[in-house]
């Protein structure tokens, strides 16, 4: 059965730091892409960052960057995300995520979707 | 960045009826469209990718179709657990979502 559990999150003033982890069980973590993305309370879904299986390509969305690192494991089975300059807007569940490739013929192009998720973990940036 | 926009952002149904929301993106993105449900306080979860192949172990009452800009996912006969939030995402480029369909009960 495959498992991504989170870890990490909690409460902290802005302008601190927190690290996110995930530990995935299931399937063989080193062959996959995985992500972060995160939820704010009653709002909707914004992918935060991918890393390749192999960590050599790392994305960022525009509003993270400069501030989150995500890195990986693979010897641990296990994600993380560090959050650095931390702002009220960053107060979401973030979730640990595989995001699995395909190849589309008809485009000679590769898309991608979500399809394992974990439960999520709160970050919460106040004062 | 592709915007996505789902319409409506709320609808009301009863068990048993067929609904569709609709996706669109502010440019083209081929059949890059994927489509997550969201029940209360949990994770999403894959129902469709490519627009249109159904995610392993979805029920086959989960459809969807388009290409493009405009997009549908079809529940054809409502069950409890479909009482849910829905989002659209295209994967052309940088990840984004739409910004969910609530389905509630009648």
């Known amino acids: 059965e495959v498992e991504l559990v989170e870890s990490g999150g909690g409460l902290v003033h802005p302008g601190g730091s927190l690290r996110l982890s995930c530990v995935v069980s299931?399937?063989?973590?080193?062959?996959?892409?995985m992500s972060w993305v995160r939820q704010a309370p009653g709002k909707g879904l914004e992918w935060v960052s991918s890393i390749s299986s192999s960590s050599s390509t790392i994305y960022y969305a525009d509003s993270v960057k400069g501030r989150f690192t995500i890195s990986r494991d693979n010897a641990y089975n296990s994600l993380h995300l560090q959050m650095n300059g931390l702002r009220a807007e960053d107060t979401a569940v973030y979730y640990c995520?595989?995001?699995?490739?395909?190849?589309?013929?008809?485009?000679?192009?590769?898309?991608?979707?979500?399809?394992?998720w974990g439960r999520g973990t709160l970050v919460t940036v106040s004062s | 960045d592709i915007e996505m926009t789902q319409s409506p952002s709320s609808l009301s149904a009863s068990v048993g009826d067929r609904v569709t929301i609709t996706c669109r993106a502010s440019q083209t993105i081929s059949s890059f469209l994927n489509w997550y449900r969201q029940k209360p306080g949990k994770a999403p979860e894959l129902l469709i990718y490519a627009s249109s192949s159904l995610h392993s172990g979805v029920p086959s009452r989960f459809s969807g179709s388009g290409s493009g800009t405009d997009f549908t996912l079809t529940i054809s006969t409502l069950q409890p657990e479909d009482f849910a939030t829905y989002y659209c995402q295209q994967s052309q480029t940088t990840p984004s979502f739409g910004q969910g369909t609530r389905l509630e009960i009648k």
């Open positions: 995520v595989r995001r699995l490739y395909y190849y589309a013929a008809f485009d000679y192009q590769e898309g991608s979707y979500f399809d394992y």
């Open positions: 299931g399937f063989t973590f080193s062959n996959y892409v």
